[in-house]
């Protein structure tokens, strides 16, 4: 059985990720950062299903937290599955954007993926066995006004996925990144009414999370093994 990693897996999309990687026999963690009550319903309700979990609450942009956390998971085994889904939206047109809003999404989606990713590498190396997905956006690849920050975040997150993958090939490990359009969450919902999603996914509905887990345990997969460096999008051809 092996151990994977969900950061920010009590959301949406990362709750689906957790359900589905654990449905496949996984042992998942799953990660929030102040949200630990809905990662422990969530374990419950895997393990309730036959599967198998642990909850572990930090914030990905705290290096020292993330590295403590980290540590005593490793203790268990080392982590040969790591999906880093935790993200924030700071969203505001670029001359109103303030530092604040620019600092927080790069420290969590950039410099969490450091922050979690960086510790596991080696112990992953070890075992020569290893996925790392990063969830990214379709605003990494098009743009989306008011987003400037999200768009940097994710946009280096891309590039980074196709540096380490480089790195890690010969070890049996495999990095690549899924950038979701439209996704149907609480968040996503907030923000977009039917008919707005009409006329910019050309499907014409928003995607499942269920959807994007598909993705992703096809990515965690043994199949996928020859699969890496590779930003594979989801969005209903939106482009």
């Excluded at 151990?3 to 920010?8: E, F």
């Excluded at 950039?110 to 190396?125: E, Y």
Aim: with cysteine; aromatic share 4%; net charge neutral.
């Amino acid at each position: 059985m092996k151990r994977a990693l969900v950061t920010g897996g009590s959301g949406g999309i990362g709750a689906a990720i957790c359900r589905r990687l654990a449905a496949d026999g996984h042992h998942v963690i799953v990660h929030a950062n102040r949200s630990r009550a809905k990662a422990e319903a969530l374990v419950a309700e895997i393990v309730a299903a036959g599967g198998s979990g642990e909850a572990v609450a930090f914030d990905v942009s705290e290096r020292a937290a993330t590295a403590a956390a980290l540590e005593t998971l490793l203790e268990g085994g080392p982590i040969q599955i790591v999906v880093n889904n935790a993200g924030i939206h700071a969203d505001a047109v670029f001359p109103g954007m303030s530092a604040e809003q620019w600092h927080s999404v790069i420290d969590v989606s950039l410099h969490g993926f450091f922050n979690v990713t960086q510790p596991l590498s080696l112990p992953m190396i070890r075992t020569r066995w290893g996925r790392i997905i990063n969830i990214s956006s379709v605003a990494a690849i098009a743009g989306n006004r008011g987003q400037v920050n999200y768009s940097a975040a994710k946009g280096a997150l891309h590039a980074a996925t196709k540096s380490l993958a480089l790195e890690v090939a010969s070890r049996g490990i495999t990095v690549n990144a899924v950038a979701p359009g439209v996704i149907a969450t609480e968040m996503s919902d907030a923000a977009f009414d039917t008919e707005t999603i009409k006329k910019i996914v050309p499907m014409q509905r928003a995607g499942r999370p269920e959807e994007v887990a598909d993705l992703v345990a096809f990515l965690a997969s043994d199949q996928a093994g020859y699969i890496s460096g590779q930003i594979i999008s989801i969005n209903g051809a939106m482009i």
